[in-house]
């Protein structure tokens, strides 16, 4: 039976190449967006795909575009939250508007749609399901100007963490982040949100960086839309995953590190109990 799969920010990018994927495979897709109108896709049938609007930062659409997803296929197998931005640049130039709007879409949306999904997994005949979340190498380590997008998928990360332990093992609902690495999306282009800047903070520019970057990265989308669908359909998918040759040494040393200072703090560490 062809699996079914609901992504969310299929305009460019992963989503869009997951969408591609995923009618490649001989499965279903249901693409959303928040204008579902411009959405272009191969070996398109009416049995295979639909385009659904969807803004992750309107519940309505998301209970929306889910209750239309379910007339029409009767279930969803995979969720795959996608949607999101980059906001860039030192936390003192963010406005009170720019933390609230990236956390919005990238850690609120994404709480929104996942409640949705998992209601979907829980209670559907049979039950069960995948849900991913797109993630970044951000989600585990902080880099200058990144404050606020670290944070959002930081939080998606313990989120997620925390929900896998919540299900019962026999409703099957799997969770996975994905943490890709520099790939050659419009992340660092057209998609990313900069700040304005401020003059204390004249040693670092982060939109140059960006732009610089911007075409450059290691990362192949449509490599990591196979990933992705790869990992979708494993009986037993992991927790978490990185993707890129960049992404996967950085963690690692990052991990390393982490070790080494836990272990030379160790006397002091355990040294709280009560007497």
Known sequence: ?????????????????????????????????????????????????????????NLQSIKTAFSKAIERFGRIDVVVNNAGYGLTGCFEEYTDEQIRMQMEVNFFGLVNVTREAMTVMRTQNPSGGVIQQVTSVG????????SMYAASKWAVEGFTESLSKEVKPEWGIKFTCIEPGGFRTNWAGTSMAFTDRHPAYDHLDAK???????????GDPKKAAKAFYDLAVMEN???????????????????????????KYEQLSLSTDVE
Not at 139 to 146: E, K, L, M, P, V
Not at 209 to 214: D, E, L, S
């Open 237 to 263: 998918p992991p927790l978490r995953i990185l993707l890129g040759t960049d992404a996967y040494p950085a963690i690692l040393a990052k991990l390393q590190g982490e070790i080494e200072n836990f272990k």
């Open 208 to 218: 140059a960086a960006m732009i610089a970057r911007n075409g450059s990265q290691p």
């Open 139 to 146: 989600g585990q380590r902080g880099s200058a100007c990144f």
């Open 1 to 57: 039976m062809p699996k079914v799969f609901l992504i969310t920010g299929t305009s460019t990018g992963f989503g869009h190449d997951l969408v591609q994927e995923v009618l490649d495979r001989g499965d279903i897709a249901i693409a959303t967006a928040r204008k579902p109108s411009v959405l272009k896709f191969d070996k398109i049938t009416e049995n295979n795909y639909v385009a659904l609007e969807l803004d992750v930062t």
